[in-house]
């Protein structure tokens, strides 16, 4: 198991070296360091102004020199004094930097930020899981039938509304149809929090249901088509017995896969709902990074997610070989 | 660019997509679906829906003039007002100094006192050139390192696995962004930054069914024959994949649409002055707190947007199912 784990481990290192790159390409190379300096300084900054925000960030050395993007060429410099070594280097040292607007560390945003982002994901991950689960079995159950059908349209329906489109529905609904408020706001005070999440949490169950319902579906019915299904079936079990016990056990390790792959995202929020919502969690803060065009924080939130992602991944492969030793020979 | 011109390049573009999905799906099994797909209504219905939603945006592709196209041609007659006005109403919308319209709107008129329904027909444009500039992009992109890799197998498949999985690697919508801010707003950096997240998924599909594809007998039959690599490639696995891509791009375009929403609403979507659903919607968020509430710009965008999301999604579940019916 550990000799598996070092395995995927290394194998990731290719990958990071890569999302590195790309992130610096994207950060350095499509928008030139005098390009964001601009537009954060705005147009018409004076040369000193974007001179001096240049060197605050590290792009130009004391004589106002631009560093070299991948290797130092100049005699008494070392050739690794470039700006992608030092990306690198503090890529892999988790220096997130600080914010291109406020100047403040961003991994101390990111600190403030994650708990409140997680108290609105994860609330709507776990329920949102079980109802899509319970809706998935459902129609798996009545396989064929028009309930079947129709539930499936009623999912194709759900995903097809702008998540936007949610937002502002539910918002205004719930504002002056039940005259329920607060419709924005956050604060983390025992129970009253409970008000001010339960509109965006619900949104976000709602919004996310059809695609999941659907997912789960098409993964149970697979599950549906095996050898061992028919053969339970014709030594007579019963119809929910098969699906509940046989079936749901095979079902349940891929949808317990996508679930770890999906967990550590929570902790990154969401883009448009907690920003409706005035909740100040890290989908929040990226909003505000992109209006603000904070390059800094927006360069730390990328590479934070794919580590997020790459997390997750190797939690998936490590259940997977838990849950599978055939996985650990390959 | 003059008018014949652009009516010229936009017939030739169609003429050449439709030649090559009809060139493409020459082959048995596509002759089968199409005929399944002929007895599936809802499938149908939902292609009708799709095909009249293309003639809208192509109307206002197509010039009468230097300054209008026929969309703007058959809405001539449509006055612009003074500012908001409901639905059918016959004054604009304030609760004091209403003014009478100059004419008749069927979904109102928005701050501009320009026609909403036209400003929605206005979206399919838009839909249709950031769908089809990325399809354009990322279709071919997909297939063509899919199939190189499922086919040739050793380093050009891990060349290009290595590939797919660092850009999946970075969450979408995170790489969107930042390809967007870095690349500055327009259609067309909008297509590339969204082909640089659309081609992983097609990629991968496709590299797996040309594995299957790979190992099966008319593979070896054609090069015992002696066919070279390439007209393998071309005439052999690429029709037998292709149903992959078409399903692909229609499910794809649903994605597009819903993506440019969320692209508007973060302020890195299409460019000021373009009629787009996403910023219709986005403007929605301040009109509906007006009071009264302005709701039919987004009534009207959401309504036409989610149409064509939908009938695009049943659509391509349609193909899908056609094409596999064991799978569906």
């Known amino acids: 198991m550990l000799n598996y784990f070092i395995r995927r481990l290394l194998y990731m290192v290719p990958i990071l070296l890569g999302v590195m790159f790309i992130t ?36 130009v050395d004391e004589q106002g020199r631009p560093y070299p993007l991948f290797i130092n060429l100049e005699k008494d410099k ?48 776990v329920v949102g899981l079980f109802m899509a689960i319970g809706a998935s079995l459902l129609l798996v159950f009545v396989k064929d039938s028009p309930l079947d059908r129709w539930g499936t349209v009623l999912c194709v329906a759900g995903m097809s509304i702008p998540i936007t ?36 949490v619900t949104i976000m169950i709602l919004s996310g249901l059809g695609g999941d319902v659907r997912m789960y579906r098409a993964i149970f019915l697979e599950e549906v088509r095996s050898d061992y299904i028919r ?37 990154m929020g969401t883009l448009v709902v907690e920003s409706f919502f005035g909740i100040p969690g890290l989908g929040n803060l990226m909003t505000t990074a992109i209006a603000q065009k904070d390059f800094g924080v927006i360069q730390a939130d990328v590479w934070l997610g794919s580590l997020l992602y790459l997390f997750g991944l190797l939690l998936t492969d490590l259940c997977y070989a838990a849950a599978d030793p055939r996985i650990r020979l390959q | 660019m003059p008018v014949w011109l652009n009516n010229l390049l936009l017939l030739a573009g169609c003429g050449v997509l439709v030649a090559l999905v009809r060139g493409f799906l020459f082959t048995e099994r596509s002759h089968r679906a199409l005929n399944r797909l002929r007895r599936d209504r809802v499938g149908l219905l939902c292609a009708a829906m799709v095909v009249l939603f293309l003639l809208a945006g192509l109307a206002d592709c197509v010039l009468v003039n230097p300054r209008q196209s026929v969309l703007d041609y058959a809405f001539r007659n449509v006055p612009r007002e003074e500012g908001y006005s409901a639905p059918l109403a016959r004054t604009t919308y304030s609760e004091r100094g209403a003014k009478p319209l100059r004419g008749w709107h069927l979904m109102g008129t928005d701050l501009l006192g320009k026609d909403v329904l036209l400003q929605t027909l206005k979206g399919c444009r838009t839909a249709l050139i950031i769908g089809g500039l990325t399809s354009a992009i990322y279709l071919p992109l997909g297939t063509l390192l899919g199939i190189l890799g499922g086919y040739f197998r050793g380093w050009v498949d891990d060349a290009v696995q290595y590939l797919f999985s660092t850009m999946a690697s ?45 190992a099966k007998p008319y593979v070896d039959a054609a090069r015992a024959l002696g066919q070279s690599q390439s007209k393998i490639i071309l005439r052999h696995i690429l029709p037998n994949v292709m149903h992959l ?84």
Not at chain 1, 86 to 93: G, L, N, P, V
Not at chain 1, 94 to 100: A, K, P, V
Not at chain 1, 166 to 188: D, E
Request: hydrophobic fraction near 55%.
């Open chain 1, 24 to 59: 610096f390409a994207l950060f350095n190379i499509f928008a030139t360091p005098h390009e964001m300096a601009l537009q954060n300084l705005g147009p018409k900054a004076s040369q000193q102004a974007v001179d001096n925000w240049l060197h605050n960030r590290g792009y």
């Open chain 2, 245 to 328: 891509v078409i399903i692909n791009a229609i499910l794809g375009f649903s994605g597009l649409v819903l993506t440019e929403t969320i692209l508007s609403y973060l302020g890195v979507g299409a460019p000021v002055g373009t009629a787009s659903w996403g910023t219709m919607i986005d403007t929605a968020r301040m009109e509906l707190s007006r009071e009264p509430a302005v709701w039919w710009p987004l009534a009207s965008a959401s309504i036409t947007l989610f149409m064509l999301v939908l009938s695009l999604n049943l659509l391509g579940d349609s193909l899908r199912r056609a094409f596999d019916p064991k799978a569906a």
């Open chain 1, 231 to 267: 053969t339970a079936q014709a030594k007579g079990a019963s119809h929910a017995r098969v699906l509940l016990v046989h079936m749901f056990k095979n079902g349940a390790i891929a949808v317990i896969t996508l679930v770890v792959a999906a967990l550590p995202f929570l902790i």
């Open chain 1, 78 to 125: 070392a050739w690794y004094d470039s700006l992608f070594m030092r990306s690198m280097k503090r890529f892999a040292t988790f220096d997130l930097g600080t914010s291109f607007a406020t100047g403040e560390p961003v991994a101390q945003m990111i600190k403030r930020g994650a708990i409140p982002s997680l108290c609105i994901t994860f609330p709507a991950f």
């Open chain 2, 170 to 214: 970075i969450p979408g919508i995170l790489l969107l962004v930042a390809v967007m801010m870095t690349l500055g707003k327009g259609l067309d950096r909008m297509a590339i930054a969204l082909s640089l997240t659309a081609w992983i998924g097609l990629c991968r599909l496709v590299r797996g069914e040309t594995f299957r594809q790979a």
């Open chain 1, 165 to 200: 489109v949610y937002v502002i529905f539910g918002q205004w609904i719930t504002a002056n149809v039940f005259n329920y408020f607060p419709a924005f706001g956050f604060n983390l005070e025992g129970f009253s929090t409970l008000r001010f999440i339960a509109l965006p």
